[in-house]
């Protein structure tokens, strides 16, 4: 029976601690009933704080969070303790009671409903079955693998069925394969529960399977908010672009505007081909700026094509099973890395690059400082020829 999801929100809230250190900033945000949401960031931009906020385990300093329509913080002054904010929550180290059987810490979660013992523990088997864990259900957790415990972890997170579920960094310290099939089993039971759901990580590729929304943070602020989709094709500055990924970026001065919001830009080893980019900060004509790549907005082709607009040297070959990972080095020495291959490569090797643009942004505006006639007269490397 799915849960009754809980909007949860946050309004003007600030989170201050000793020495004045602001970890939260006016952090205004809605989460709907359902949505599983993913807050990315760094080390130190305000996830963990903003999650232990929703929890109650961080008392805010100033603003109002409030959980299925009740205020559970406002201020300093009025705080619901995390037992009474109907919520579960999935910590990073699992968190199991170590002398319970794997049955008695899923059962555990069913404490303050009026169940008996026996009903208790017959749902917390009817979880272990969903997670795939009946058969350890009387094993301690020290027992089991990581990967064992963590969806032990999950199952007790789910089977009191609350409207709300946090998830702390569940996934970190488990192994790359194990990882994936973790987030699709955390994927799948969190919808299938019908919870809310916030999950925070510092892996982008995580938080773009995972999240109905994201919601990226930067010092203790929310810079952008909204689907994977837009995060990705649209973000909202350039700390967002390269934090979400990106092969490398280039310095370059806009020539023109093509379009609504694209430019054409100029840079110091084009072989002349246009080279279009979403002009994303509103940067003037002739303004210099930094010309960023996600991966996919890059193409190995042969240099000799008409498409081929940057010219560069293989530097580094990675398999990686489905095919290649480049690295590449361009004329004035700047580097673009994990373009794809479907074949092996070789070092020094100069290749061509076709560009997408619905991949390249671009971000500045400054005057520029770049000689404008050098840069759309400069010469493309040659078939031989190495990158100074």
């Known amino acids: 029976m799915p849960s009754d999801a809980c909007e949860v929100s946050l309004d003007a809230v600030n989170k201050f601690y000793t020495r004045g250190k602001r970890a939260l900033c006016d952090l205004t945000v809605k989460v709907n009933p359902g949505e599983f949401v993913v807050l990315l960031g760094p080390s130190g931009s305000g996830k963990t704080t903003l999650l232990r906020s929703v929890a109650g385990i961080e008392r805010i300093s100033s603003g109002t969070i409030t959980i299925g329509g009740a205020a559970v913080s406002s201020g300093s002054n009025m705080h619901v303790p995390p037992e009474r904010r109907s919520l579960a929550m999935v910590f990073q180290d699992y968190a199991l009671w170590p002398h319970m ?30 997670v795939g864990l009946s058969h350890h259900a009387d094993k301690y957790p020290n027992e089991l693998s990581g990967g064992e415990q963590q969806r032990v972890a999950l199952a007790r997170a789910l089977v009191a069925q609350l409207g709300l579920v946090l998830f702390d960094e569940p996934l970190s310290n488990l192994d790359a394969d194990l990882r994936e099939r973790m987030r699709i089993e955390i994927g799948t039971l969190s919808r299938l529960s019908g919870a809310t759901a916030i999950y925070i990580t510092h892996d982008q590729s995580e938080a773009f399977a995972l999240a109905d929304k994201i919601g990226v943070l930067e010092h203790g602020r929310l810079v952008q908010f909204g689907g994977p989709e837009s995060i990705y094709n649209q973000p909202a500055s350039e700390f967002v672009a390269r934090f979400t990924g990106i092969s490398g970026d280039i310095k370059a001065v806009i020539q023109e505007c093509v379009a609504p919001g694209m430019v054409q830009v100029a840079v110091p080893h084009s072989s002349g081909g246009r080279i279009l980019a979403k002009n994303l900060s509103n940067a003037p004509l ?22 081929a607009t940057l010219r560069a040297i293989v530097t580094d070959v990675a398999f990686r099973g489905r095919g290649y ?17 479907d074949h092996r490569m070789k070092l020094n090797e100069s ?10 942004f671009v971000f500045g505006g400054r005057t520029s400082s770049l000689d404008s006639q050098s840069l759309l007269s400069c010469h493309p ?3 031989k020829e190495t990158v100074a």
């Open 101 to 130: 059987r794997v049955k008695e810490n899923v059962a555990f979660a069913l404490a303050r409903t009026k169940q008996n013992r026996s009903t208790r523990l017959a749902t917390a088997l009817e979880m272990l079955e969903r």
């Open 381 to 383: 490397l040659h078939e």
């Open 351 to 360: 290749v061509g690059l076709s560009v997408d643009p619905v991949g390249c």
């Open 286 to 307: 002739g303004g210099e700026v930094s010309l960023l790549f996600r991966p996919s907005a890059l193409r190995i082709v042969d240099t000799n094509t008409e498409n």
């Open 325 to 341: 990972d480049i690295a590449l080095r361009l004329q004035d020495g700047s580097h673009l890395n994990s373009i794809y291959s």
